[in-house]
């Protein structure tokens, strides 16, 4: 919009393009004194994640799965009205929606490859077993005798 910059990077060569993000300003609750109840700095920051051209089609499908919870008729919003400013809780809120998406379409982690026991662990952990055993055996009182 007037000034923002134009598109914010989620990974690699892929942004979110100023044109698709949808804004809308409120009064925020937050910091601000008497100047709070006069402007709107509170964003709602919206982006039609069903719709959008921008994303490949693989992080789209993997985002619509990851949001789903998210997900309004395939909208996601952020809400940002930390700062006094208008213009600093913009930065904020399109920061943290690159970082939702960002983190949204991430590759799945790799399978966990299950590894064996080596022996010598499992026998030195049954030895220590059985050495412990006995200690405590002859603590019992029927060998005091």
């Known amino acids: 919009m007037d000034g923002m910059s134009g598109s914010h990077v989620i990974r690699g060569s892929v942004s979110l393009p100023e044109a698709e993000l949808m804004w809308r300003f409120s009064r925020s609750s937050g910091p601000g004194g008497q100047h709070v109840n ?12 069903a719709k959008t051209e921008a994303l490949p089609a693989v992080w789209k499908q993997r985002a619509l799965e990851r949001l789903a919870g998210r997900l309004v ?73």
């Open 38 to 49: 006069t402007s709107d700095s509170k964003v709602e920051l919206s982006f039609d994640l």
């Open 73 to 145: 008729d395939g909208v996601v919003t952020v809400r940002s009205s930390e700062h006094r400013s208008q213009w600093r809780n913009r930065e904020a809120a399109a920061v943290r929606l690159a970082a939702l998406l960002a983190e949204a379409t991430a590759p799945p982690p790799k399978p966990r490859k299950p590894t064996r026991i080596p022996r010598g662990i499992n026998e030195r952990r049954l030895r220590q077993k059985k050495q412990r055993s006995e200690t405590k055996q002859g603590r019992s009182p029927r060998n005091w005798g």
